[in-house]
């Protein structure tokens, strides 16, 4: 996993829950560079969603061209990314600890992702069950 936000466009593998996670890192282009990286989620993958889906390559490309970084990763048990579908539960966590990823290399404060309205809500579940109760 790299330790810091790569400089350049490629594709990398980050430990995930339930193993390797399979990850594409694109950067816009460095006069257009803005602060802000996006997460953005495939479709479902039991339908055939994976980060190499049109729509998800359409929408990275959309927000390069806008000054954004953009991270892609397939889910659990998709491409090269290791484990199995888990009815959306482990996928929240993929997207947990890809989250975490760019929070910790980009030391970023805050972190928006796209995603399902599945998938965001068990990242939120997730999420929520790992803090501290005040």
Same mark, same amino acid.
């Given at each position: ?40 989620? *495939?479709?479902?993958?039991?339908? $055939?969603?994976?980060? #190499?889906?049109?729509?998800? !390559?359409?929408?990275? +490309? @959309? ?42 290399? *980009?030391?970023?404060?805050?972190? $928006?992702?796209?995603? #399902?309205?599945?998938?965001? !809500?068990?990242?939120? +579940? @997730? ?8």
């Amino acid at each position: 996993m790299p330790a810091h936000f790569p400089d350049v466009a490629g594709r990398h593998a980050l430990a995930g829950p339930a193993g390797r996670i399979e990850v594409a890192v694109d950067r816009p282009e460095p006069e257009l560079a803005r602060r802000g990286t996006a997460i953005i989620c *495939h479709p479902h993958p039991l339908q $055939g969603g994976s980060m #190499s889906n049109k729509v998800v !390559t359409m929408l990275a +490309r @959309t927000l390069q061209e806008s000054g954004l970084a953009t991270v892609r990763f397939n889910f659990r048990g998709v491409g090269e990314s290791e484990g199995s579908y888990d009815e959306g539960q482990g996928e929240g966590a993929d997207l947990v600890a890809v989250a975490d990823w760019v929070r910790q290399a *980009h030391r970023a404060t805050r972190c $928006g992702w796209r995603a #399902s309205r599945s998938a965001a !809500t068990s990242a939120s +579940r @997730t999420r929520a069950s790992s803090m501290p109760r005040r």
